[in-house]
């Protein structure tokens, strides 16, 4: 259900960049993309910690993010950044991924690489305090997630791409994966046991909407209590739906397709007006999947097999969650 809810994600996303959803004054463009953003982070936050908890090695953790996530956003980059001109600041900050730190670093084709930027520094964040904490670290994240959100509140900052304003995204779903590996206690287990996903969801639809902004402070939570919900509630019709091979195909090219999709409808498939330029979305939906399929299967996936064979496996379970963890299902790799 993992894959279901990224497939569900980047779709959302691509829907929100590349077609009209509605009037412009309705903000449903805005709202979708959050909405699609949100659900991507809370699923990268727990499975990045559920990772740390499985494989407490910190090289292991560094080698796989970096081969996951490094070759293709440099490729693109050294791509587009001719195309755009780009000065030597943009290309130090695009590949160092710190282009979402004011005054901002972001071009027409890079601007939607501000949330790799944000990924990418919560991997050295997170690496960082488990070398020096271990699992003391990992329960740290609970308060900092919320001293993210009050930071936000204080700022007038509903929505937002630098870190220190948006992480706590990320940080809501690395708190779920505390919940699931029994780290924090049983309550919130209990409620996501007994909660409907669906009045859940309807609740982070409104909290994603630019007009409803005193909701904007609970989406990273309430997008990470939807993915929970099904996590732990197996037997519902809306995990077995999460779980098709069509989302989940989607959501293994999912990387490919955030990042490559910006150039798919960049000068001539994005000009002439709008009854033009939509005409040709198919197109660039085409291309889009077309090419993000070549680049996970013949090209990420050979950096992705390199970090693999360059670590070694090793187990871990935390003290107090070992009976937590042999009731639940294993996590994707």
């Known amino acids: 259900m993992l894959d279901g809810w990224r497939g ?17 004054r309705l903000g449903l463009n805005e709202a979708a993309g959050v909405l699609g953003m949100s659900l991507f982070f809370a699923l990268s936050g727990f499975l990045i910690t559920s990772t740390l908890i499985h494989d407490p090695s910190v090289r292991n953790f560094v080698i796989r993010r970096l081969c996951r996530i490094v070759p293709l956003a440099w490729l693109y980059s050294l791509i587009v950044l001719p195309l755009m001109a780009a000065s030597s600041a943009y290309y130090l900050a695009t590949l160092f991924f710190f282009a979402n730190v004011p005054p901002y670093w972001l071009l027409g084709l890079t601007g939607h ?52 304003f948006r992480v706590d995204e990320i940080l809501a779903g690395a708190c779920l994966a505390l919940v699931y590996a029994g780290m924090l206690g049983k309550t919130i287990p209990e409620f996501l046991n007994r909660a409907n996903p669906w009045i859940i969801g309807g609740l982070l639809l409104v909290a994603c909407h630019p007009l409803c902004e005193p909701m904007n402070y609970l989406r990273p939570y309430l997008a990470a209590g939807l993915v929970g919900t099904t996590i732990f509630q197996l037997d519902r019709r809306l995990t077995r739906w999460l779980q098709t091979a069509i989302l989940a195909y989607i959501a ?18 994005g000009s002439g007006g709008n009854l033009v330029k939509y005409s040709k979305r198919p197109l660039s939906f085409a291309l889009s999947f077309g090419l993000a399929h070549l680049s996970t299967r013949y090209y990420e996936n050979r950096w992705i097999a390199w970090g693999k064979r360059h670590t070694f496996r090793t187990r871990f379970t935390p003290s107090g969650a070992a009976s937590a963890m042999s009731k639940r299902p294993a996590l994707p790799a």
């Open 113 to 164: 690489l501000w949330s790799v930027c944000v990924e990418m520094q919560f991997y050295l964040f997170i690496a960082i305090l488990f070398a020096f904490l271990g699992r003391k670290g990992l329960v740290m994240l609970a308060p900092l997630c919320i001293a993210i959100t009050v930071n936000r509140i204080a700022h007038h900052m509903p929505v937002a791409i630098f870190s220190l």
């Open 8 to 24: 569900i994600s980047i779709l959302v996303v691509l829907a929100a960049h590349m077609l009209p959803l509605g009037p412009k």
């Open 252 to 269: 293994e090219i999912s990387y490919a397709l955030y990042v490559i999709h910006p150039l798919t409808y960049y000068g001539w498939l």
